[in-house]
């Protein structure tokens, strides 16, 4: 219990930290940042159960004012923002990529943790993101989808970056990939 609480508290520092890269605001208001290769992290590492609860761990911290997100921003008024969607759908994203992980044993871990990435960590956390900005910047949800086209390259890069990490690090440390070697039952 200890472990696990160690290490979610350890992942939501891992978003923090990415946090400080500086990030790149686009015209419509939400950033690029390397803050969503945290979050697939968490769900490739971690697991679904423990991904999830580190990012909202994170997400908690940001809501109370804390300035962890890229730029030094925190407080409630980013989950009213253009970006709110894509910070509601972070647990969601680390708990299917994770799921994913966990699920899929085919296959090399780098490669599963790249698709998992992909249909977790982008394709689930734009389908928030997405609806997010079409609440907020009153557009249609074409009109939307429209302008995440811009994230694509980058988190595809990030997708990549992550299934490479989580497959590096089974490698060296086998027990610490817990999406992998340890039941997701043991939260």
Same mark, same amino acid.
């Given at each position: 219990?200890?472990?696990?609480?160690?290490?979610?508290?350890?992942?939501?520092?891992?978003?923090?930290?990415?946090?400080?890269?500086?990030?790149?605001?686009?015209?419509?208001?939400?950033?690029?940042?390397?803050?969503?290769?945290?979050?697939?992290?968490?769900?490739?590492?971690?697991?679904?159960?423990?991904?999830?609860?580190?990012?909202?761990?994170?997400?908690?911290?940001?809501?109370?004012?804390?300035?962890?997100?890229?730029?030094?921003?925190?407080?409630?008024?980013?989950? *009213? +923002?253009?970006?709110?969607?894509?910070?509601?759908?972070?647990?969601?994203?680390?708990?299917?990529?994770?799921?994913?992980?966990?699920?899929?044993?085919?296959?090399?871990?780098?490669?599963?943790?790249?698709? $998992? +990435?992909?249909?977790?960590?982008?394709? *689930?956390?734009?389908?928030?993101?997405?609806?997010?900005?079409?609440?907020?910047?009153?557009?249609?949800?074409?009109? $939307?989808?429209?302008?995440?086209?811009?994230?694509?390259?980058?988190?595809?890069? &990030?997708?990549?970056?992550?299934?490479?990490?989580?497959?590096?690090? $089974? &490698?060296?440390?086998?027990?610490?990939?817990?999406?992998?070697?340890?039941?997701?039952? $043991?939260?």
């Amino acid at each position: 219990m200890e472990k696990t609480v160690a290490l979610i508290a350890l992942f939501a520092a891992l978003i923090a930290a990415l946090g400080l890269i500086p990030k790149v605001t686009l015209a419509f208001g939400v950033p690029v940042t390397a803050q969503s290769l945290g979050v697939m992290l968490c769900g490739t590492i971690l697991g679904s159960k423990r991904g999830a609860l580190a990012t909202l761990l994170f997400l908690l911290l940001v809501a109370i004012g804390l300035p962890l997100l890229s730029g030094g921003r925190g407080g409630l008024g980013l989950f *009213v +923002s253009p970006s709110a969607g894509f910070l509601i759908g972070w647990p969601v994203a680390a708990f299917f990529t994770g799921l994913i992980v966990e699920k899929w044993r085919s296959a090399s871990l780098a490669v599963v943790g790249g698709v $998992a +990435s992909i249909i977790g960590g982008i394709i *689930v956390m734009y389908v928030f993101g997405i609806i997010g900005m079409s609440i907020t910047l009153e557009k249609s949800l074409t009109e $939307a989808t429209a302008l995440v086209t811009a994230f694509i390259p980058g988190d595809i890069i &990030k997708a990549v970056i992550a299934g490479m990490l989580t497959a590096a690090l $089974a &490698k060296a440390r086998p027990a610490s990939v817990l999406s992998r070697y340890e039941p997701a039952d $043991a939260v």
